[in-house]
């Protein structure tokens, strides 16, 4: 319990329960509970957080794979204060990744050749994207990449980032289980370390939402083929160096 809790330092004893479950250690769930705390292992509250106000609207859940994919922009540093951002996209059905690029500088004409290379990779297109207003996404490219794709793109209101929510949902457990444990030496290497824990998000990761499930397992499981949609393990994925990043804002 101890060594898991330590490698998923942001899992609460409910996840880490059914981590050692899924691995063959079984354990009543009272006496994991009680021994989780007397273990003194429990997540720690991060302080100085804003808070969203008013009342969040819940999004009706599509149907299947590909009928809804959600973007967003998430903004971060490297040690040396060089600046980054990072462009994530989550299917709104399986909460699967679809997509998670690292860099300097992202277009609207460089998102909209993301958008074709993940289309390319599942084999098949959502009919809508979710977004808000920014400059890169309501872009002649954007306008163009939907016209021309035949996908439908919706924009939220201004302000009102819990019309996105699961992809602000998403952007939350980036921030909290990887960017905020993480220092990034350089863009090479944050790369390598998106993709190692997008993969283990896809993966591994159980969601609450899902039944407990992977994003794998329910996208598996809607297309008949075990981790269908997703990319494979990269090559080269180097463990998150641990420490604690300082918080940097989401891009609105």
Known sequence: MRVLAGERRRFGYRRLHWLLSREGISMNHKKFRRLYREERLQVRRRGGRKRALGTRSPMTIPQ??????????????????????????????????????????????RVAREL??????????????????????TSMSILRWSKERNVEWHYIAPGKPQQNGFVESFNARLRDECLNETLFTSLPQARSVLAAWRHDYNHHRPHSSLGNKTPAEVAGKISGAPGWGLTPNPAVAPTPNRGHHSRMRLYS
């Open 116 to 137: 074709d290379m993940a289309i390319t990779e599942r084999g098949a297109r959502p009919l809508m994207v979710v977004s808000d207003n920014g400059t890169e996404l």
């Open 64 to 109: 299947g794979c590909n009928q809804r994919w959600s973007l967003d922009f998430v903004s971060d540093a490297l040690t040396c204060g060089r600046r980054f951002r990072i462009f994530a996209v989550v299917d709104d059905f399986s909460r699967e990744c679809v997509r998670l690029i690292a860099d300097t500088s992202i277009s609207g004409a």
